[in-house]
């Protein structure tokens, strides 16, 4: 029986993609749009229009498109209403009629758009075209409530989902390739995966018919007629190729602690010491009261103290660590938190022993 141990599990797992999931077509792109509008029927949750007084501007100007006349110097006092900013990605190849899940999002100071119902909202590319027309009910996920002065509240009140909220006005015509040509980008820019996603299409299609360009961008020769180019995209996206192993990596986010090794991050021979130093420091106010038939005063004077603990730590003496288990159990032999571990990370890449790159974000 041939046992495989998780390095090896890892490895066999990456040996082979298709072409769809390490690389996309340029021009095939998800396109952003977005939208200004008013979500009614909130329960008393909605903008406080003395704070927001563009909620009560765009209500009265909705209520005039629609024949309602406010007189002028009226007051609204409105609390189910807020105004919120709306946003879609809209797929390539979208067509008009089809129908996307929008976001709504709380723009002033509105307590909750729990129960609310978005009005039709025009949503709007980069070039201030209309794309897509949003409305309907808000779906909030958070829960809360507040009495006697107390609040409580589960997630996010201020911002909901309307599956299916958007219909799609107008397409965005999306090029798929120019002339003869296709390009392929790579995800991560790679000499070496670039190389093979052109040998596999090469080798899969049976002639010459791509080249890399670079380090991300494979060109590749496509039929000019329609339905051929989408065939033949369809066979070169399906098509295996082996990566090129990713380069060793340690991500260290400084505010969170958190710290991430991928696979090939390995451990050269060496020893680490770590110990925490520890510093306190007392005051205590001490009063001194002269007799009460003295001629003496009242003095008041402070008394410090430091004292300073330093844990005992040995020096540990780490062999090669090859994989990342190794490295992981190396690393959590000296007992650190992970604050003490960025440390420790950072000390050893800098003394060489560290056999990756060291990201901190």
């Keep these: 029986m041939l046992l495989l141990t ?37 329960d008393g949750t909605g903008d406080q229009t003395s704070q927001a007084p563009f909620t ?9 498109n629609l024949g309602v006349t406010i007189p002028p110097g009226t007051t609204l006092q409105l609390k189910n209403v807020a105004a919120v900013m709306v946003t879609m990605q809209m797929p390539p190849f979208a067509q008009p009629g089809q129908q996307f899940d929008i976001t709504v999002s709380s723009m002033a100071n509105a307590k909750s758009l729990k129960g609310g119902t978005l009005l039709m909202t025009p949503l709007k590319g980069v070039d201030g075209q209309i794309y897509a027309i949003a409305q309907g009910n808000l779906i909030v996920g958070g829960a ?49 995966t670039a190389q093979r996603v052109a040998d596999a299409i090469n080798i899969g299609m049976g002639e010459t018919m791509a080249w890399p360009l670079d380090g991300r961008r494979i060109q ?35 505010r969170t602690g958190s710290v991430v090794m991928n696979q090939n991050v390995s451990l050269l021979e060496c020893a680490i010491a770590h110990g925490n130093l520890t510093v306190t420091v007392n005051t205590e106010t ?24 330093q844990d005992q730590s040995s020096l540990m003496r780490f062999k090669p660590g090859v994989t990342l288990t190794e490295v992981v159990k190396a690393l959590n032999a000296v007992g650190a938190t992970p604050m003490d571990l960025i440390n420790i990370l950072q000390a050893m890449k800098a003394a060489g022993a560290l056999r990756a790159e060291l990201e901190v974000i």
């Design 286 to 309: 001490q009063v001194s009261q002269p007799n009460p038939l003295a001629a003496g005063q009242t003095v008041v004077a402070q008394a410090g103290q430091v004292d300073i603990k």
């Design 144 to 192: 809360g409530g507040s009495a006697g002065g107390a609040r409580t509240q589960i997630n996010q009140l201020s911002a909901g989902r309307i599956p299916a909220g958007a219909t799609v006005e107008r397409a965005v015509p999306t090029a798929v390739g120019s002339a003869d040509h296709v390009l392929f980008e790579l995800a991560t820019a790679d000499f070496g």
């Design 220 to 254: 590749v020769r496509a039929p000019q007629v329609p339905y051929e180019r989408v065939a033949f995209l369809g066979r070169v996206e399906n098509l295996e190729v082996t990566p090129i192993t990713a380069a060793a990596r340690v991500t260290v986010n400084s």
């Design 56 to 64: 009560t501007q765009s209500l009265i100007n909705m209520l005039g």
């Design 6 to 42: 998780p390095h090896d599990s890892l490895i066999s797992a990456a040996q082979a993609e298709r072409i769809k999931d390490l690389a996309t077509i340029a021009g095939v792109r998800n396109n952003q749009l977005v939208g200004y509008g008013i979500v009614v029927g909130l």
